[in-house]
């Protein structure tokens, strides 16, 4: 979004300034000042684990998940309340995280000719029957909310359908979500091979949520990875 709006700023926002008064982000025009966007474990295409919540037809305790990993999801659960402070729920990253939402945010932003785009999808479970389930290092807060989004299909609001392609996950957020945004263009990561406007994809990192973020109660050494995407970053022209 960041990256849209440098490029094409925002007419509503425009349209709502009086006297000039109005930020540059909003008036376009500045695209030539991003060389690429690295998306990490990023929701691309939001979250199942939030339709999941609001989906009447699924029985979250129908789950059966390790005793212990209930008091960490709650405490995972109770750090992330959205706040809002009075503004408008639509302000919050809580609301762009539905699918509906998210696609529909996916539809304003195009692919910039001459940006490089990257994603670095993860996961951290394993296939189990019809399902997936969490690997032996993911971080406990993580675990409950694994086992559900590994378990859970179903049907957004506005049509679009959860299924099992949507299972596998890092403990936050489902691996497919993680690899480009639907309907953009993108390939596997060619290092000597690579090309803007497109999503350059990285093969599956195996690690959670915040395994590229150095990790929560496991800690993880992360330099060599950033410091290889760096150098890749740095040989595109």
Not at 25 to 54: K, P
Not at 87 to 94: C, K, P, Q, W
Request: aromatic share 10%.
């Amino acid at each position: 979004m960041f990256a849209e709006l440098m490029a094409h700023g925002d007419e509503e926002e425009r349209a709502a300034a009086k006297d000039g008064d109005i930020s540059p982000l909003f008036l376009g025009g500045m695209e030539h000042r991003i060389h690429s966007v690295a998306a990490v474990a990023c929701a691309l295409n939001g979250n199942s684990a939030f339709d999941m919540l609001a989906d009447p037809d699924f029985d979250l305790k129908s789950v059966k998940v390790p005793w212990w990993s209930r008091y960490f999801g709650k405490r995972m659960s109770d750090s992330l309340q959205t706040e809002t402070d009075g503004r408008d729920i639509r302000d919050s990253g809580d609301y762009d995280m539905q699918i509906d939402r998210a696609l529909v945010l996916n539809g304003r932003m195009t692919a910039l000719p001459d940006v490089y785009y990257y994603s670095v999808p993860c996961s951290c479970t394993k296939k189990s029957g019809d399902r997936y389930i969490p690997e032996r290092g993911m971080e406990p807060f993580f675990v409950m909310r694994s086992y559900q989004i590994g378990q859970y299909t179903g049907m957004t609001k506005g049509g679009t359908k959860i299924d099992h392609e949507w299972n596998e996950n890092d403990g936050r957020v489902s691996t497919v979500s993680e690899l480009l945004p639907f309907r953009a263009p993108g390939r596997r990561l060619d290092p000597d091979n690579l090309k803007p406007g497109i999503w350059n994809v990285y093969p599956v990192y195996k690690g959670d949520h915040m395994s590229l973020q150095g990790g929560l109660l496991h800690k993880h050494d992360i330099r060599n990875f950033y410091l290889d995407m760096l150098s890749m970053i740095k040989t595109a022209e």
